[in-house]
């Protein structure tokens, strides 16, 4: 098979567009809103167009929309408001709120507003994740693992992340190094949760420190450490890489897009947290941002639109229903590679992630 890419499959990293939504069914909102207006940091397709229409038009609320792409630097951004937020929601990771709630820069959710949290799957209004303190703290959105992409005419399926560093694929590979540093240290027999290094952080040094100066050892494999996912989208279309740590996103709209390859979790395992919503401490808009994520919970082909716009999975009930047979096959993992994700533990990764981030500039200065 030849796949031949556009200049927007390249450019844009094989976006696709939440079309089926100008068709979804009203918003759940008793009148219009009077006046006012929403500010929201957001991920690229998490709010698609559809959907801003729909809710513009029947709630009266404009939406003011700032896209993010990286948790560190919202978090900057955050800091530097000293406690006068410019938005009323941003986008957090599920593995990464904790610095966001313990900065006080978030509100707890108030379920009392919040009439469709029965909309999101059981799964994952009740997991861990989402709380912290005896609080709830965000809106879960979408489902994120992290796995390996290969491309399937140059590597047979691969069961091991042994492949990435086989010295038959060497520059071939990437990956960005943080989110790889804690597979890595599962495929080294260590603990990359850091769950079990709670009460030794001697050990958890250790581990990361082996695992470091591994990755420094085997830096010849790597073609490029990326950052963005529209990077790894492009090198494996141009041919640069052959292999990858890759997001479940980006994968499957590679797959969907026609491009040979495939997205697995090999046996040592893969990492999974989630992207939701959340509202920032002392909104202005308070009220309006709980109109917009009753809003957005009311409907499954409002996760319909999601996934296709990002290719990642949705926490909303009913949305697999809505979608095409080639998106769940692009989408899906066996209940086996399921049960080899580690979700990303809450409470250890304020001291696991400052470690990993220290590494991973000791890998790129190496």
């Not at 809710?55 to 530097?80: K, Y």
């Not at 790894?232 to 040979?260: H, K």
Request: aromatic share 10%.
């Amino acid at each position: 098979m030849t796949f031949k890419p556009t200049r927007r499959t390249v450019l844009t990293g094989m976006g696709i567009a939440g079309v089926a939504g100008l068709c979804a069914p009203g918003l759940i909102r008793p009148a219009r809103a009077a006046s006012g207006e929403l500010n929201i940091w957001a991920y690229d397709g998490f709010i698609t167009d559809a959907f801003r229409k729909r809710f513009e038009d029947e709630t009266g609320i404009r939406l003011n929309i700032r896209t993010v792409t990286d948790q560190g630097e919202q978090f900057n951004l955050m800091a530097a408001e000293d406690g006068k937020f410019s938005a009323d929601i941003v986008t957090c990771a599920g593995h990464r709120f904790y610095q966001f709630i313990d900065a006080g820069f978030l509100a707890p959710i108030d379920r009392a507003k919040l009439g469709n949290w029965n909309r999101i799957e059981d799964e994952y209004a009740s997991a861990s994740w989402v709380s912290r303190s005896g609080e709830q703290w965000g809106v879960p959105l979408v489902v994120v693992s992290t796995g390996l992409l290969y491309n399937t005419e140059e590597i047979e399926a691969p069961e091991s992340w042994d492949v990435m560093f086989n010295e038959a694929n060497a520059g071939r590979t990437a990956y960005q190094i943080q989110d790889f540093f804690q597979i890595a240290m599962n495929y080294l027999g260590y603990d990359g949760s850091a769950a079990s290094y709670m009460n030794t952080p001697d050990v958890a040094q250790r581990a990361v420190d082996a695992t470091r100066d591994f990755l420094i050892e085997h830096k010849h494999m790597v073609r490029r450490y990326y950052e963005a996912a529209t990077e790894i989208q492009q090198m494996m279309v141009t041919g640069d890489v052959a292999l990858a740590q890759a997001g479940s996103g980006p994968s499957s709209q590679l797959i969907i897009d026609g491009f040979p390859a495939a997205y697995t979790i090999p046996r040592e395992g893969g990492l999974a947290y989630a992207y939701g919503f959340n509202i920032t401490k002392d909104a202005a808009n308070m009220e309006n941002a709980y109109t917009f994520l009753n809003a957005l919970l009311a409907d499954a082909e409002n996760g319909a639109e999601i996934v296709r716009s990002t290719g990642l999975s949705s926490t909303i009930k009913g949305t697999e229903a809505l979608l095409t047979d080639q998106e769940k096959e692009a989408l899906a993992l066996s209940a086996e590679e399921r049960s080899r994700l580690s979700w990303v533990d809450v409470e250890t990764a304020p001291f696991i992630f400052d470690l990993i981030d220290k590494a991973a500039e000791e890998i790129r200065a190496a």
